[in-house]
Structure formats: structure tokens, C-alpha cells
């Protein structure tokens, strides 16, 4: 089963609560809860970064053991956008430098 078969009820979902605006560009966003519920059942995703863009968004990045990961960015209303996702994520230990 595909990640995009897996998130597609998510995805659904967020798509019956858009409002009508003009060119609505397709984005894959639903309420936080609902995506983390997500990632953490169907991939076993945990989050393992986060930061603040300019007070308006939280990014945070969930990484399976697997080696799955998807990036998150989450606005001030509780809604979360999947801004990518992947396969073969992997720690780079030798850029977190001397005692990380």
C-alpha cells in the first residue's frame, strides 16, 4: 500500500472542509491530530525535528525506523500541510558535529 493511498482519507477529508477561493492550489492539509494520528499508525512516523517560520507556521519532520519520513507544516489555526514526504531518511551525524 502506497503512502499516498494511506493519507488519502486525510486528504478527503480536509478537501470537504476547504472553502470555495479563487485557483485554490491542491494541497494535502488536514487538522494536526488528524495527520499525526496518521503518520504514527500507518508508518509508525514519530516526530524528531521542529521549528518556527516567522511566527505563522510550525515545520516538523517525522522519520520511521523504516526509514519513511514526511514534513509537516503546521499553521497557527491547527491545521497541518504536508509539504513532502519520502523514503530513506537518514541521520547525517557527522554535520551535528563534535558531541552530538
Given at each position: 500500500?502506497?503512502?499516498e493511498m494511506v493519507l488519502l482519507p486525510a486528504f478527503l477529508t480536509s478537501m470537504l472542509m476547504v472553502t470555495t477561493s479563487?485557483?485554490?492550489?491542491?494541497?494535502?492539509?488536514?487538522?494536526?491530530?488528524?495527520?499525526?494520528?496518521?503518520?504514527?499508525?500507518?508508518?509508525?512516523?514519530?516526530?524528531?525535528?521542529?521549528?518556527?517560520?516567522?511566527?505563522?507556521?510550525?515545520?516538523?519532520?517525522?522519520?520511521?525506523?523504516?526509514?519513511?519520513?514526511?514534513?509537516?507544516?503546521?499553521?497557527?489555526?491547527?491545521?497541518?500541510?504536508?509539504?513532502?514526504?519520502?523514503?530513506?531518511?537518514?541521520?547525517?551525524?557527522?554535520?551535528?558535529?563534535?558531541?552530538?
Open positions: 500500500m502506497t503512502r479563487p485557483a485554490p492550489a491542491l494541497e494535502f492539509c488536514a487538522d494536526r491530530a488528524v495527520m499525526v494520528k496518521s503518520l504514527s499508525e500507518e508508518y509508525r512516523e514519530a516526530p524528531t525535528a521542529i521549528g518556527q517560520v516567522s511566527g505563522d507556521a510550525v515545520i516538523e519532520v517525522f522519520v520511521s525506523d523504516k526509514g519513511t519520513w514526511t514534513i509537516l507544516a503546521t499553521r497557527t489555526d491547527g491545521q497541518s500541510c504536508v509539504l513532502s514526504a519520502g523514503e530513506n531518511w537518514e541521520l547525517n551525524v557527522a554535520a551535528l558535529g563534535d558531541g552530538a
